[in-house]
């Protein structure tokens, strides 16, 4: 249920999920640590890199003012109000401070993700 409303992708970098070798998880937005519930609402799709880099963690900080904020909520808040691609489509860029945080929290710019968004891209498989 949460994979089929994933559509396939990484609900956070957005990666395709039969590109990535490694299983993708069902998450809890507001992990069980920070009492978040296992219901519909709170659950997202990730990539393990994404899931791992996540953890525990309910804020990052927004690396352009240092603020600690909340970080994006797949079930609350619409991924293209919060990011965007650069140019080629291999960096996320945060287009407000929850964007820019959850980027540098769950390191949505990791080189392996560079690397298979350029090589999606060349089959114009990226950006999905
Ligand atoms: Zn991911």
């Known amino acids: 249920m949460v994979e089929a409303r994933a559509g396939g992708i990484c609900e956070y970098c957005r990666s395709l999920r039969r590109f990535v070798p490694e299983p993708f998880n069902v998450e809890h937005i507001i992990p069980v640590a920070h009492s978040g519930k296992t219901e ?15 953890g525990d963690k309910i804020e990052g900080i927004d690396p352009q003012t240092g603020r600690r904020l909340r ?13 965007a691609w650069n140019e080629d489509a291999t960096l996320m860029i945060g287009l407000t401070a929850t964007g820019r945080a959850t980027i540098n929290a769950l390191r949505l710019n990791r080189e ?17």
């Not at 519909?40 to 996540?54: E, I, S, V």
């Not at 392996?112 to 999905?128: G, K, M, S, V, Y």
């Open 71 to 83: 970080l994006f909520n797949p079930r609350r808040h619409r991924w293209k109000d919060h990011f």
């Open 40 to 54: 519909a609402r709170n659950l997202a799709w990730a990539c393990a890199g994404c899931n791992y880099h996540k």
């Open 112 to 128: 392996e993700l560079i690397n298979l968004r350029w090589a999606l891209r060349t089959l114009n498989l990226h950006p999905p």
